[in-house]
């Protein structure tokens, strides 16, 4: 595998965490830190700050993301963001099918894949989550999960599309337990997650996408997890919530 055809991106997800006025103050502690990074940095947050972060990350080399976005363009959705909303503020990634959603707010891969195709369609980049939970890992049937999950969410997404869509394999156990994959945990799933979508697309398409690891990942771990052929970055839940730490996976990813 040749990592110098894919973009690494390390992605922040803030989770239900930091009020506007603690998101401003976290992106203007980030920014310096990782101005000269050799990679792609992103911050999704939650809505209420999208507006501020945008502001803050104004002429410099972060990216902001939102946690979630609906299919529909607009109406009875009480609650829900379109991708409209979202674009129209400069929003460039969208986090989708995080485990969260689909434990606590009864995401399906049905809805993931609906989510997807919206973002696509409204030039949003996605950063699509799959992951096996601790008891299918037990029962060896990980692959199978995660072959699923990648059938289902990217079902009739063209693979002009998918090159622009971001895989985050999260193992569901090691999301936010401080338990994480280790880095051969890591690689073998997602260099499964790239054949998979070589036997879907093509083997250029699959070369193409950046399959991120996310799950307890922290400035102690990154430089190994990053240093994996398959995995071109990291979509990280508490370490990013921290400058110091998120800055230093910035630069593992770098390296
Ligand atoms: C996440 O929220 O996607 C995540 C990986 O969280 P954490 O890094 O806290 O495990």
Same mark, same amino acid.
């Given at each position: ?33 990782? #101005? ?7 911050? &999704?947050?939650? +809505? ?20 979630? &976005? ?17 674009? @129209? ?10 485990? @969260? $959603?689909?434990? +606590?707010?009864?995401? /399906?891969? @049905?809805?993931?894949? #609906? $989510? ?22 037990? &029962? ?10 990648? #059938? ?24 936010? /337990? ?15 997650? $790239? ?14 996408? /950046? ?45």
């Amino acid at each position: 595998m040749d990592k110098t055809k894919r973009k690494a991106i390390i992605a922040g997800n803030w989770k239900m965490n930091k009020t506007p006025n603690e998101a401003k103050e976290l992106l203007n502690a980030i920014t310096p830190l990782v #101005k000269d990074a050799d990679c792609e940095v992103v911050a &999704c947050v939650p +809505y209420v700050d999208l507006s501020v972060a945008l502001e803050v990350v104004k002429g410099t080399n972060v990216k902001i993301g939102a946690e979630n &976005c609906h299919w529909e363009k607009s109406g009875a959705y009480t609650g829900e963001i379109s991708t409209g909303m979202l674009t @129209e503020m400069g929003v460039e990634y969208v986090v989708l099918g995080h485990s @969260e $959603r689909r434990q +606590y707010f009864g995401e /399906t891969d @049905e809805t993931v894949n #609906k $989510r997807t195709k919206a973002a696509l369609a409204a030039g949003l980049k996605p950063i699509v989550c799959v992951g096996e939970l601790l008891w299918e890992r037990e &029962c060896d049937i990980t692959e199978e999960v995660i072959a699923r999950q990648i #059938k289902l969410d990217l079902f009739d997404v063209s693979a002009e599309d998918v090159k622009k869509t971001v895989i985050a394999y999260e193992p569901v156990w090691a999301i936010g /337990t401080g338990k994480t994959a280790t880095a051969d945990q890591a690689e073998e799933v997602c260099a499964f997650i $790239r054949a998979t979508l070589a036997k879907l697309y093509d083997k250029e398409t699959a070369d193409a996408v /950046t399959i991120q690891y996310g799950g307890s990942m922290n400035d102690g771990n990154a430089d190994e997890l990053l240093s994996k052929a398959d995995v071109d970055g990291g979509l990280i839940g508490g370490a990013s919530l921290v400058a110091e730490k998120f800055a230093a996976i910035v630069k593992a990813a770098g390296k």
